[in-house]
């Protein structure tokens, strides 16, 4: 992040020169006048602003708190270390937090090093990032509960871990800029630029953290198991890899990590499991079997079937096709 904006970001605020003085306690009048600490939009937004930013108040430790917005934070410079649920999430530089309205956390205290930026959203600033995204994915999904407002969002986040991942971090920049100048048209400017964190953030999925409430790897294994059940006459891994924006290589990896079979191996027991089923419920001949659940070479349908059930396709028909149970 350009040095100017860190400067500006680390100069100490009255707020926080009274924690150096002593104090202790967040001064909660500041965040809200509710009995329970809930933190106020309304004493950071304008009215009619959909968002705002402020740095995060270092020097003393925030209790347990929720919000009546959404917040999201990024870590300019140093580590935050948010509770959640019990679960201390360390950030680093070029971390994201997406906080839903309903979670509730606490804050370690932060020393003067640690710069970490607050987003306060209105749930109505994530209508135009949200039709960015065009496609189901875990970042659509989590901005849905944010737009309906629903409270089985409750505790829901996401930390996305992106190493400084640098078109990110120059988007993070310009919308911590035009919020600190206060520039022009700044509320329609930021949620496109939000927008294109989000798009960015779809081909880094694999930096959401494993703490966070939607386990990315078990959303994308899910995903690929509902695919190969669907599609499985015509899948391949190269099409869904690009449908979920990830490498073949890291695709590869987390489905035999997660499964203990390579998709190769998923989809032959799917079609095979298919293939089974129109035997033993069908009158199409072995080879319209074959073709049916996705192979042109009829010697490697045959030959792979055996493998897997001991017996040619037409021995296994003949066999279990009055059987009321099937081994699959």
Do not use: W
């Amino acid at each position: 992040m350009d040095q100017r904006i860190l400067e500006q970001l680390k100069q100490i605020t009255p707020e926080e020169q009274s924690y150096l003085d002593g104090g202790d306690r967040v001064k909660k009048e500041l965040y809200t006048v509710q009995e329970r600490f809930e933190i106020e939009a309304r004493h950071f937004l304008e009215a009619k602003k959909l968002i705002t930013v402020r740095p995060h108040s270092r020097f003393v430790e925030f209790p347990e708190h929720g919000h009546n917005y959404v917040e999201m934070m990024y870590v300019c410079q140093g580590q935050i270390t948010h509770v959640i649920d019990g679960k201390e999430l360390v950030m680093e530089q070029g971390d994201l937090l997406l906080l839903n309205q309903h979670v509730r956390h606490r804050i370690r205290k932060a020393g003067y090093e640690d710069i970490g930026i607050n987003f306060i959203a209105q749930p109505e600033f994530f209508e135009i990032p949200f039709q960015m995204l065009q496609k189901r994915s875990v970042i659509a999904d989590f901005l849905i509960s944010i737009l309906r407002q629903e409270s089985q969002g409750a505790g829901s986040y996401l930390l996305f871990r992106l190493n400084g991942e640098q078109s990110i971090d120059n988007l993070m920049e310009n919308m911590v800029r035009s919020l600190l100048q206060r520039t022009p048209n700044e509320d329609s400017i930021n949620q496109y630029s939000m927008g294109l964190v989000f798009l960015y953030l779809l081909n880094h999925l694999d930096s959401l953290t494993q703490s966070s409430t939607y386990d990315y790897h078990e959303v994308v294994l899910q995903a690929i198991l509902h695919y190969i059940d669907v599609r499985y006459k015509t899948a391949s891994l190269t099409e869904i890899s690009g449908e979920l924006h990830q490498s073949l290589s890291v695709l590869s990896r987390m489905i035999r990590e997660r499964t203990g079979f390579t998709f190769q191996e998923l989809l032959l027991r799917k079609r095979l499991q298919k293939a089974v089923m129109l035997l033993l419920e069908s009158d199409l001949t072995v080879d319209e079997i074959g073709a049916a659940v996705g192979y042109d070479n009829m010697s490697y349908f045959h030959r792979k079937f055996k493998e897997r059930y001991g017996q040619t396709p037409a021995r296994y028909r003949r066999e279990h096709r009055e059987e009321s149970t099937v081994r699959i």
